[in-house]
């Protein structure tokens, strides 16, 4: 019960440094924002907006952080990747790895499979479970597996 406590009184971006071999806060704050950059290009707008939503709703105060790390802080991109052609485009495994590890510009011996397994899981704590499998069904199948 104690163990349980802990680990919900841990934030967000300390499950994140945890479980993916990133060092710091920054590290983790830049590939987080990646990994939510690309899972919007795959998600639908109306959905992204819930997403958003729930995390302000769900999250306690003291890990808003989510809610801010969901929304790119670059307007211009939040603005592109909602109209752009390419949110047509498939995005495979290869293409999403490649795209964590040089926007986010991973450290070397830092895999960008075990970042995105290690942010899929700290904002799988964060959601309902009925949101995780909604967003399950947009992420491709390699992808999805990480996302369990």
Request: aromatic share 8%; glycine share 2%; net charge negative.
């Amino acid at each position: 019960m104690a163990e349980q406590t802990q680990e919900k009184q841990k934030t967000f971006l300390e499950k994140v440094i945890e479980q993916s071999g990133l060092e710091n806060d920054n590290d983790a704050q830049a590939a987080t924002k990646v990994v939510f950059r690309i899972m919007r290009d795959l998600i639908p707008s109306d959905q992204i907006d819930e997403i958003e939503q729930q995390l302000h709703k769900e999250a306690p105060k003291a890990n808003m952080e989510i809610a801010d790390l969901w929304n790119d802080p670059n307007v211009m991109v939040a603005f592109f990747s909602r109209v752009s052609p390419f949110r047509q485009l498939p995005i495979g495994s290869n293409t999403f790895f490649l795209r964590l590890d040089q926007e986010a510009a991973l450290p070397e011996g830092v895999e960008a499979r075990n970042v995105t397994k290690a942010v899929f899981s700290a904002l799988k704590d964060e959601l309902p479970q009925q949101k995780s499998r909604e967003i399950a069904q947009y992420l491709p199948d390699d992808i999805r597996q990480l996302w369990g």
